[in-house]
């Protein structure tokens, strides 16, 4: 069966410092892989998606950064974070092809400080 | 989108009532609907789905109804329990779409 790891599930980081959050999948090949971000009381905003090693698109301009280095491993990065960028981050993928559901993470929450 | 940044609507029921929980979504092309339940501090989980060619589905103690007429999308859960307290999300898609639509959610509290 498929199953999503993301980590870490909590993480406190300064102003200014840098952010490494990492996502694998198994049991599958080849999927569709998101990360979403989500404010505390409110809806998914996607950041970024990948359809395929090295293949990122961005949603939104900001202070974030994807790449999927293998097939079943996506990873948001920052260079320096902004106080702005604390929300609940969410990993997902699914299958490739589209029009099916989206298997979700267990989320890792940034407090910046 | 423009849901990302809203609050939350909130629907209290009773335990043992029955919850009606509603959203509208934007694309006719959609063919592919979800509903997502999230728990506090947990990522969306699956519950239901449905495509186009119905317009019923049921599940364990959930029935989702869609409406193409006017793009509305509804999750019953029958009997709803203290568990059921979460955040319910809908999702649209399209056949060959990398990216689900997220609807706003909605906030379940089940009272006891």
């Known amino acids: 069966s498929q199953t999503i790891h993301q980590w870490p599930a909590t993480l406190v980081q300064p102003v200014g410092s840098p952010l490494s959050l990492e996502c694998t999948v198994e049991?599958?090949?080849?999927?569709?892989l998101y990360w979403y971000r989500q404010a505390a009381g409110r809806g998914l905003q996607l950041l970024f998606y990948?359809?395929?090693?090295?293949?990122i698109s961005s949603e939104v301009p900001q202070n974030l950064s994807a790449s999927r280095p293998q097939d079943r491993q996506f990873i948001l990065s920052s260079k320096k974070l902004l106080l702005s960028d604390s929300g609940f981050y969410l990993c997902a993928w699914s299958t490739q092809g589209g029009g099916t559901e989206a298997f979700f993470g267990q989320g890792t929450r940034l407090t910046v400080v | 989108g423009e849901s990302v940044g809203l609050h939350l609507p909130t629907l209290s029921v009773q335990e043992g009532d029955n919850s009606i929980i509603n959203c509208a979504y934007s694309?006719?092309?959609?063919?592919?609907f979800i509903w997502y339940k999230q728990e506090s501090g947990k990522g969306p989980q699956f519950i239901i789905d449905i495509r186009s060619n119905m317009d019923k589905r049921q599940g364990q103690r959930v029935t989702v109804l869609l409406n193409k007429t006017v793009k509305h999308l509804s999750l019953q859960i029958a009997a709803t329990q203290p568990g059921d307290s979460a955040v319910y999300f809908c999702?649209?898609?399209?056949?060959?779409?990398?990216?689900?639509?997220f609807g706003r959610g909605t906030s379940l509290i089940v009272h006891p």
């Open positions: 990948s359809v395929g090693i090295g293949q």
């Open positions: 694309n006719s092309a959609s063919d592919y």
């Open positions: 049991g599958t090949s080849n999927p569709n």
């Open positions: 999702a649209e898609n399209k056949s060959g779409s990398y990216i689900p639509t």
